[in-house]
């Protein structure tokens, strides 16, 4: 069983930046895929981008294309998501996923996902 604890989240102000961190501990999860999603109040879970088990591949939605980064440090077993340029349609609750081994991704409906952290806030005010 593996557990993942989000962390990073907070309110910032439109044009700022937040990093958000994604823990994992009960197994390396270095041999699997993962991402981050989120949830808005009224609206559907939205993918937000993911990363191959290499670390070598990663997918944007196109809405944050260009302003988030999503990178992963094995030795720690923690994903990130580097979050710029934040604007008010970004709040949400964010969270990680674990997904599959050896996979290059996580499939934007979330369906590839193995395991779900409890999500951080993230809130952008205009």
């Known amino acids: 069983q593996v557990q993942l604890v989000e962390s990073g989240g907070g309110s910032v102000q439109a044009g700022g930046s937040l990093r958000l961190s994604c823990t994992a501990s009960?197994?390396?999860?270095?041999?699997?895929?993962m991402g981050w999603f989120r949830h808005a109040p009224g609206t559907e879970r939205d993918f937000v981008a993911d990363i191959g088990w290499t670390g070598g591949t990663t997918f944007y939605d196109d809405s944050v294309k260009g302003r988030f980064t999503i990178s992963r440090d094995k030795a720690k077993n923690t994903l990130y998501l580097q979050m710029s340029a934040l604007k008010p349609e970004d709040t949400a609750v964010y969270y990680c996923?674990?997904?599959?081994?050896?996979?290059?991704?996580?499939?934007?409906?979330?369906?590839?996902?193995?395991?779900w952290g409890k999500g951080t806030l993230v809130t952008v005010s205009s």
């Open positions: 996923a674990v997904c599959q081994q050896y996979r290059l991704g996580c499939g934007r409906d979330g369906g590839g996902a193995t395991y």
């Open positions: 009960g197994r390396t999860i270095s041999s699997y895929s």
